[in-house]
């Protein structure tokens, strides 16, 4: 039965916020463990970093990408609360399962699980916020719902590093890390459950002239009024914006997803430091850099976008062009601390698109198609920026191993960095077309 938001109790809307943002920790924590321990891995089953991109990359995104699309099809029709619940169960059983595997094969199977358990927990996940929230306050609280990238990256590579590095004073290996944050995200699964109700859909937008537009679709709507996927798709192939903007954030995301995966293996080879104080600072760099880019974001998304909806593309297109040269400056630092430091700045710069960004999505299409919307977006997002990013900045790495010896991935991220020029001038192109494609 769906819930009129309407008359909601906001503390209960601040509830629903919290329990998304929390699965969507769980989600990151869970595929973002590896970065930490792909050193223990590397040295136990003796892999290249062309096989850990494979691990980090297409072994996750290939299947999460793909099946994200018809699990969201499904989700405009039935219950989001339902599909994000078992999701969740399944990509918490798989990471469990990781840590079970002996040899590369068995844990790019296992990474393969963790992907098709994901698929099914982001994209009905923004579209209950956008039925939670309206249209003014939407790019804060998609913001705030981002936050779980940074705080579920930073707390899988503590995590990792905590167990896997020996620090709780029991002797632990990268095995029990996985099989740790595996149980704990199947143990939040009935709670969310029980407590996240599923809302009306399009009960907090302006009434549009088409009926899909407005019917909750998901539990009143007869089969007739259910816009197909065919239409779907139809109505984004006629939105430049939706397509400028998704490829503008992918490749953000290419370079974004392939620097938190290596950014450990950098710490390890460049500085020399050990697996416990290298999961401190980079888990440190993208909790702070990536909360406070995330959150600043979005309060300014909504702040900007009530003056003029090309604040939601303008004010992150300015954010990548200044990314790519801290980036730069951070490879190159003399010292950790100083690397710690100007990692900060790109870290978060890299993620102020998020809530922004999104929250444009939402209005690109009526609220029975953003399910699949949001869906399509993170096809072509996950699929370049996990499946593409990680492994290239590992394959960048390998082949400059003969250059540039142990200090091959510094130059593998300097030359990455430059997406984030591609990625700006992208959303800059998007905003001609942004208000012609707007759905009020």
């Known amino acids: 039965m769906s819930t009129s938001v309407k008359a909601a109790n906001p503390r209960y809307r601040a509830w629903v916020l919290a329990m998304l943002f929390l699965v969507y920790a769980f ?190 679709t998901a539990n009143t709507a007869p089969d007739a009024v259910r816009p197909s996927f065919g239409a779907t798709i139809a109505l984004l192939a006629r939105k430049p914006t939706f397509w400028l903007l998704a490829l503008g954030a992918s490749c953000s995301s290419m370079m974004g997803y392939g620097v938190f995966f290596w950014m450990p293996s950098f710490f390890a080879r ?55 040269p801290f980036y730069v400056l951070g490879v190159m630092a003399p010292s950790p601390i100083a690397a710690f430091f100007l990692f900060l700045i790109p870290t978060g710069l890299g993620l102020a698109w998020a809530g922004p960004t999104l929250s444009v999505f939402q209005q690109l299409v009526p609220p029975s198609m953003r399910s699949v919307a949001s869906a399509v977006f993170l096809l072509l997002n996950n699929l370049l920026g996990i499946g593409v990013g990680v492994y290239v900045l590992g394959e960048l790495s390998t082949l400059y191993a003969p250059l540039f010896g142990e200090q091959s991935l510094r130059y593998a991220i300097m030359t990455g960095a430059c997406l984030y020029l591609v990625a700006g001038l992208l959303f800059l192109l998007a905003l001609r077309t942004l208000e012609r494609d707007w759905v009020d």
């Open 27 to 216: 989600n990151f924590l869970d595929r973002q463990i590896i970065a930490i321990l792909a050193i223990p891995i590397q040295a136990e089953l003796d892999l290249s970093d062309r096989q850990l991109g494979l691990l980090g990359g297409i072994a996750f995104a290939a299947l999460y990408s793909t099946l994200g699309v018809p699990i969201a099809w499904l989700a405009d029709r039935t219950s989001r609360t339902w599909i994000i619940t078992v999701s969740l169960v399944a990509w918490s059983g798989f990471t469990a399962v990781c840590g079970m595997a002996q040899n590369f094969w068995q844990l790019f199977a296992a990474r393969v699980g963790v992907g098709v358990g994901e698929a099914g927990g982001v994209a009905p996940s923004y579209s209950l916020i956008a039925d939670y929230f309206p249209p003014g306050s939407r790019a804060g609280a998609l913001g705030i719902y981002s936050l779980g990238i940074p705080v579920g990256s930073a707390f899988g590579v503590y995590a990792g590093a905590l167990i896997a590095g020996g620090a709780l004073g029991a002797d632990y290996d990268w095995r029990t890390a996985f099989i740790i944050v595996g149980i704990a995200g199947i143990a939040l699964a009935p709670l969310f459950r029980l407590t996240v109700r599923e809302p009306k859909r399009g009960g907090l937008d302006k009434a549009a002239p088409a009926a899909p537009s407005t019917a909750d």
């Open 270 to 324: 460049t500085y020399g430091l050990g697996i416990v104080d290298t999961g401190w600072i980079f888990g440190t760099i993208v909790l702070i850099g990536g909360g406070l880019g995330i959150f600043l974001g979005g309060i300014l998304g909504d702040r900007l976008g009530r003056a003029s909806k090309k604040a939601y593309v303008r004010m992150p297109a300015i954010a990548f062009f200044l990314a790519m």
